[in-house]
């Protein structure tokens, strides 16, 4: 009589994978393990008993062995930025979603999604995912493309502030009126109307100040940066509409922002600033997570399912795991090299990184420029089953949702956000 062999996975929000049923030796071989989910991978895909398990990921999720790292816009090298500039028109050519998977995905910002996301502490954590997704998005185009980010306090210093190289034809085109120039020449809306800029004709728009950010990043709690019971002077969100508005056009609506490219970089930007000060926070012994902001606004409770991001729940922002497995920010302009870019110089006198302007001379860098590497899966590991299609297959990182999984019965156990599968032979 022949014995079923059962092998329960179960993919979860922040793609865990945790198996039960299998024997206690594979806990063992794999306990002090550092890169454990490979351990596991090697030694589930070795084993004869289970060589015909099916391992199911929801395709929104990723892995890749190298985290990918995003710079500074100024300094990616000109096929870095050519790449990311095309892998974003790209998605508005591709009308496998309405009506482009541009607008489609550009539309998850609007409604009531804006009330859920803003004026409040689930502002961090969504726009981090919302940002994680759509780099996916452009992945899918062009595995080696990443994200970049606009440091906009580096041009605080220039004599002119808003004559800035972000608003040319090598980057994103005019920055005042219909946008008829650069990679985004020429594009129109969800609602048909022309791509518009009106940079620096809003009293109330400006840029950030170097100062400004190095206060927010002094505080110690989430308490002291969020909207709205932030500290004086430290309400990053609030900070952040600024720079919207100073740019104008479909960027100074927040309903309308998110079509026009620059939103990226700008989000990417804060993204960072946030990054800096969650990581000063986990050295001070506070988990992000543990620290999110209790406000009355049930719309961010942090048990709340995250309004077009199923199935991530407020607090899954805060984690730690996407910048500690997937992604990580290159460190922020600093003298003398400023990032090794030819659009940023040092002010030697005042020992600070400023952008320079459209009309200066574009300095020579002392170190070339290297693109980065595809960073795809570095690794041959065949999911668990023998008939795969290639180019379906999706990588992610995985990690034992209980220390000690392999002991536990976890069949048919409903944990929240994952999907549960049972192979049996």
Request: aromatic share 12%; hydrophobic share 35%.
């Amino acid at each position: 009589m022949q014995v079923k062999t059962f092998v329960y996975f179960y993919i979860c929000l922040s793609v865990h994978l945790a198996n039960g049923n299998i024997s206690p030796d594979i806990e063992q071989q794999c306990k002090d393990v550092q890169d454990s989910h490979m351990c596991f991978f090697n030694l589930l895909k070795n084993n004869t008993e289970i060589n015909r398990t099916t391992l199911i990921i929801q395709e929104e999720y990723f892995w890749h062995p190298v985290k990918r790292k995003r710079k500074d816009c100024r300094a990616l090298s000109e096929k870095e930025r050519n790449d990311l500039f095309s892998a974003i028109n790209a998605l508005r050519k591709d009308k496998s979603k309405t009506p482009n998977v541009y607008d489609n995905y550009a539309a998850f910002h609007t409604q009531r999604t804006l009330k859920s996301v803003h004026h409040g502490p689930n502002f961090f954590g969504w726009h981090r995912i919302y940002l994680l997704r759509f780099e996916e998005l452009l992945r899918k185009v062009n595995p080696s493309v990443t994200l970049c980010f606009w440091e906009s306090p580096l041009n605080y210093y220039m004599k002119n502030p808003l004559d800035f190289v972000m608003f040319t034809d090598d980057f994103l085109g005019n920055g005042r009126g219909t946008v008829t120039t650069g990679p985004f020449a020429n594009w129109t809306t969800m609602d048909n109307r022309p791509l518009r800029r009106r940079l620096g004709k809003h009293r109330d728009g400006r840029l950030l100040a170097p100062f400004e950010i190095k206060y927010v990043l002094s505080k110690n709690r989430h308490s002291q940066i969020t909207h709205p019971n932030a500290d004086f002077g430290s309400d990053l969100e609030m900070m952040h509409n600024v720079v919207h508005i100073l740019v104008g056009g479909q960027m100074g609506d927040l309903k309308t922002s998110t079509q026009d490219p620059f939103f990226w970089f700008h989000h990417a930007y804060l993204d960072s600033v946030w990054e800096q000060f969650c990581a000063k926070i986990r050295q001070n012994g506070i988990d992000p997570k543990d620290d999110y902001v209790k406000v009355k606004n049930k719309l961010h409770h942090p048990k709340r399912r995250m309004d077009r991001l199923f199935p991530f729940r407020n607090e899954d922002g805060y984690s730690d795991y996407f910048t500690k497995y997937v992604y990580e920010y290159d460190e922020h302009a600093k003298c003398p090299y400023c990032s090794y870019s030819p659009y940023l110089d040092c002010n030697k006198k005042k020992n600070v990184c400023y952008a320079l302007s459209s009309r200066d001379k574009t300095r020579n860098i002392t170190m070339p420029f290297h693109d980065f590497a595809p960073t795809g899966p570095g690794h041959k590991i065949s999911i668990l089953s023998g008939q795969e299609n290639a180019k379906r297959l999706i990588f992610l990182p995985i990690k034992i949702i209980f220390e000690d999984a392999l002991k536990k019965n976890l069949h048919m156990k409903k944990i929240a956000g994952c999907q549960f599968e049972q192979r049996s032979r």
